[in-house]
């Protein structure tokens, strides 16, 4: 079984600092894993995805993500947060094969302050 | 295009109504899907589709109904609605299969539902 954990549900960074949102999943099988964000009141919309490609996958906004499998582990960073990359964040896993489709973690709420 | 839609954007009912949320795609994608978002969760799978005709429940399936009679048309049913049901709930959409990693899903912008 698959499932994923997002470690913070809450982040709060300064407008032009960097952005740190972790993210450890569990998978039997090679996983594909999903960043995506949800800004308020809108529906959600994917930032990156990895693939069993790079481990290194670099998405949309300056964002990007590292897949470790040593560590099982997906986290996404940008270099210098903007005022408009406040919304949530939510790391998904996808098991090669699977008929049940995503599993999605809790969430992470980023705070970008002035 | 419109993307994936979703109507409507807010509903109140009281317990033991029904009621249908609608949701069309206009991208020709195979898959749909419709979640369920409960405060400070992740998504759940209720209901997913491959095509048209074909449905299969997903993680929390129990007191919602769908069909596929369109590509392009996805409705999920509350037939006795409960308390239990209030949620925002996300229709979307893939090409196909997600798993492969290789069709990202397009998530419509939600419907808030409370019961009452």
């Known amino acids: 079984a698959q499932s994923v954990t997002q470690l913070d549900s809450h982040v709060s960074v300064s407008e032009g600092t960097p952005v740190l949102l972790r993210c450890n999943y569990s998978?039997?099988?090679?996983?594909?894993l999903f960043w995506y964000v949800q800004h308020p009141n809108k529906g959600l919309q994917l930032l990156l995805k990895y693939t069993s490609a790079a481990t290194l996958v670099k998405g949309i906004n300056g964002f990007e993500a590292e897949f470790k499998k040593s560590e099982t582990s997906f986290h996404l960073t940008k270099p210098s947060a903007h005022m408009s990359d406040a919304a949530e964040y939510f790391c998904?896993?996808?098991?090669?094969?699977?008929?049940?489709?995503?599993?999605f973690g809790s969430g992470t709420q980023l705070t970008v302050l002035p | 295009n419109a993307g994936v839609t979703q109507t409507p954007k807010f509903r109140i009912l009281k317990i033991g109504q029904s009621m249908t949320l609608q949701c069309t795609q206009d991208m020709n994608h195979n898959y749909m899907y419709w979640y369920r978002q409960d405060p400070g969760m992740g998504l759940k799978l209720i209901y997913y589709?491959?095509?048209?005709?074909?449905?299969d429940k997903g993680e929390v399936p129990n007191g919602y109904n769908v069909s596929r009679s369109t590509t392009e048309d996805f409705p999920l049913r509350l037939e006795l609605a409960a308390p239990s049901q209030t949620s925002v709930y996300f229709c979307?959409?893939?090409?196909?299969?997600?798993?492969?990693?290789?069709?990202?899903?397009?998530f419509g912008p939600g419907t808030r539902l409370t019961v009452l």
């Open positions: 998904v896993v996808s098991e090669s094969g699977s008929a049940r489709q995503l599993t």
């Open positions: 979307a959409s893939s090409y196909g299969k997600s798993t492969s990693g290789k069709n990202e899903q397009f």
């Open positions: 998978s039997s099988y090679s996983p594909s």
């Open positions: 589709s491959v095509g048209a005709g074909i449905t």
